[in-house]
Nanobody
Framework: QVQLVESGGGLVQPGGALRLSCAAS????????NAWFRHAPGKERERLACISVGDNGVHDTESAKGRFTVSRDNAKNTVYLQMNSLKHEDTARYYCAADVDVGPVCYGSPNYWGQGTPVTVSS
């Protein structure tokens, strides 16, 4: 059974930073492409960044560029999202996702999803 479990969300002040983690079980993330998404109330789900299989090529969206960094630790079977300079508009539930194909992860809808972790940016 595939499980993706996100953690690290919480309340942070504007300008602060958080690192989200996504621990996988049932799959080896090194053989999968991974992505981070977020979904804020009243808005569409938004892809932030995706990381390819093997070569670890990273593709950021405009929302993530310059502030968010995705990385993967194969030894820990975990994907991370480092978020810096957080803004009020970054408040959302953040999800990690995985798929054997980079296409669904970077351009479509991945096969495997976590339950999400909430991030609230507020003073």
């Amino acid at each position: 059974q595939v499980q993706l479990v996100e953690s690290g969300g919480g309340l942070v002040q504007p300008g602060g930073a958080l690192r989200l983690s996504c621990a996988a079980s049932g799959i080896t993330l090194d053989y999968y492409a991974n992505a981070w998404f977020r979904h804020a109330p009243g808005k569409e789900r938004e892809r932030l960044a995706c990381i390819s299989v093997g070569d670890n090529g990273v593709h950021d969206t405009e929302s993530a560029k310059g502030r968010f960094t995705v990385s993967r630790d194969n030894a820990k079977n975990t994907v991370y999202l480092q978020m810096n300079s957080l803004k009020h508009e970054d408040t959302a539930r953040y999800y990690c996702a995985a798929d054997v194909d980079v296409g669904p992860v970077c351009y479509g809808s991945p096969n495997y999803w976590g339950q999400g972790t909430p991030v609230t940016v507020s003073s």
